[in-house]
């Protein structure tokens, strides 16, 4: 009888967790992102979120991951054969080197509860280079945004940085990304 009683202590307590425990994924993820050089010269555009996941133990978020598909970078400030060129550059080993990392990723290490939302770290993986970036995360019941800057160089994009070559003048492309991420879980 005590066996029985254990096991069913055993199968609430599961039950229990599994119901608290929830993982929800990513849908309609899109990165807008934003690079500058040093004048007042930028380019911006797009990336899509190819897919994703946010853990939830109730209604607290606990861990997550994002997949980035390289390939949909999209150049939306310039058009035609401007905008192709450009996205081809970004496609290239002079900043993304697509053809061998085709995927972007982050897996979040933590996710602290703040008043603004989810102070949230992560190992993001560029050009096969991982970095930790923290960043807050704001979710509403079923939606997602943040805005962060991330340094390039550390993921070894060169073209044309400052912390790579010198004398560069206006030909300066910051090293500071400009991302803001928005997606439904």
Known sequence: ????????????????????????AIENGVIEWKGSKITTDSHEGTIAISEGSLQFNGATLTSG?????????????LSGKYADKLVGHLKSDDFFGVAEHPKASLVFTSAVPTQGGYKVTGDFTIRGITHPETFILKLDESSATTSLEIDRSKYDVKFHSGSFFEDLGDK??????ELRVSFTY
Do not use: G, H, P, Y
């Open 65 to 77: 991951s994002i997949t980035v598909d390289m390939n949909t970078i999209v150049c939306t400030d």
């Open 172 to 177: 300066l492309i910051n090293d500071e990304l």
């Open 1 to 24: 009888m005590k066996n029985k009683n254990i096991f069913i202590l055993l199968a609430i307590a599961l039950t229990t967790l599994n119901v608290q425990a929830q993982k929800r």
